[in-house]
């Protein structure tokens, strides 16, 4: 027998976890990385003193509109989820949340947080928010199932968020947030094909065209990702050659550069699990410790 306890128990966690499911929804973690591109970007483009009301705004905003498209993402994607094994029990293909929860949970949070952005930010930051959601949606997703090309179309949509928040600081968008923009999409193109090997089995099961998932030896994946990381090094040191960063940031983008082309090495020679594991942890390093010294060796203007 079920005690008086134990019922109001469940009455009382069950809105809890429907709650939690929609943050889920969100992927939190990834609308926590999209933040913290936004917030580089806006304290870069900072001339002075940052109004802490803005950057305040703009986060805001940039979270709803976020979280909104993320969760239209996992319900464009709920078939695909539910055929991969890391994916499976994420509240749609788990069956605790309906697809239709989702799309108008979705459209909702979307929807607010661009007019968020445009009314109480400027229209800049909202356009470009809204360009993001446009490509990420509408190009990246479908292409997913269709191409191996997806993974440099999706590096559009993630390269973008610090350019709202250069958007929201000057109204405007000059070189700098262009180079940041540069930095951003090259850094994805090696972390994603990271994951993708690591995952390149359950990829397969879903139907996801990534390279790792085409490319069965690998050769293909570490050339590229060798590559790639090799432009990023160049490309990195540029906030310094246009006299937006100082020799610090030079330094520490040179020492960055090399580790990670280190580790797109070190993989093309073994080829092994852990070297996979080690090129995913050296990138997940790279881009918060490159933005860090960015904002603390910034060039005032």
Known sequence: MISTSETLGAEFTRPCRRAADFVLLMKPRIVMMV????????????????DYAVLLQVLTGTALAAGGTLALNQFLER?????????RLRPLPAGRLQPTEALLFGLLILVTGLLYLAVS???LSGVVAAVIVGSYLFLYTPLKRRTAFCTVVGAVPGALPP???????????GIEAWVLFAIMFLWQLPHTLAIAMLYKDDYKRAGIHLLPVIDPDDKLTGCQIVCDSLVLLVVSLLPTLIGFAGPVYFAGALTLGIGLLGCGCAFILWRSTTDVRRLVFASLVYLPALLLLMVLDRVPF
């Not at 078939?79 to 994916?87: K, Q």
């Not at 350019?163 to 968008?173: D, E, S």
Request: aromatic residues 10%.
């Open 121 to 123: 930010v400027n229209a």
């Open 79 to 87: 078939d695909i989820d539910a055929r991969m094994v890391r994916t």
């Open 163 to 173: 350019v709202i928040g250069w958007a929201a600081a000057t109204g405007r968008l």
């Open 35 to 50: 933040l913290l591109t936004t917030f580089a970007g806006f304290y870069l483009g900072v001339s002075g003193t940052p």
